[in-house]
């Protein structure tokens, strides 16, 4: 299994950035790929961006590209969220998740509010 913590959220102002760190524990010995999805009031989860084990490839929803990037520190066990620009549409639970071949493991979410 894969446990997984995320951190960083916040409560901030429309324009700033913030920084998600995911730490994994666990059977970290596997490579996977990671990513971020985030829940808005109200709405389904929805799928914000990826990393493969070597972070040679990324993905991004086109609602966060240009202003989220992913990244990951293996040696860390732990994938990042930097979040700039944010708008207010943004704010949501954002949960990270872990792609075992075989399982999905995912995190309790961390809450980032953006004010206008």
């Not at 490839?57 to 732990?78: C, E, H, L, P, Q």
């Amino acid at each position: 299994q894969v446990h997984l913590v995320e951190s960083g959220g916040g409560l901030v102002q429309a324009g700033d950035s913030l920084r998600l760190s995911c730490a994994a524990s666990g059977r970290t010995d596997r490579r996977y790929a990671m990513a971020w999805f985030r829940r808005a009031p109200g709405k389904d989860r929805e799928f914000v961006a990826s990393i493969t084990w070597s972070s040679g490839t990324t993905g991004y929803a086109d609602s966060v590209k240009g202003r989220f990037t992913i990244s990951r520190d293996n040696a860390k066990n732990t994938v990042y969220l930097q979040m700039n620009s944010l708008k207010p549409e943004d704010t949501a639970v954002y949960y990270c998740k872990a792609n075992v071949p075989g399982a999905d493991y995912w995190g309790q979410g961390t809450q980032v509010t953006v004010s206008s």
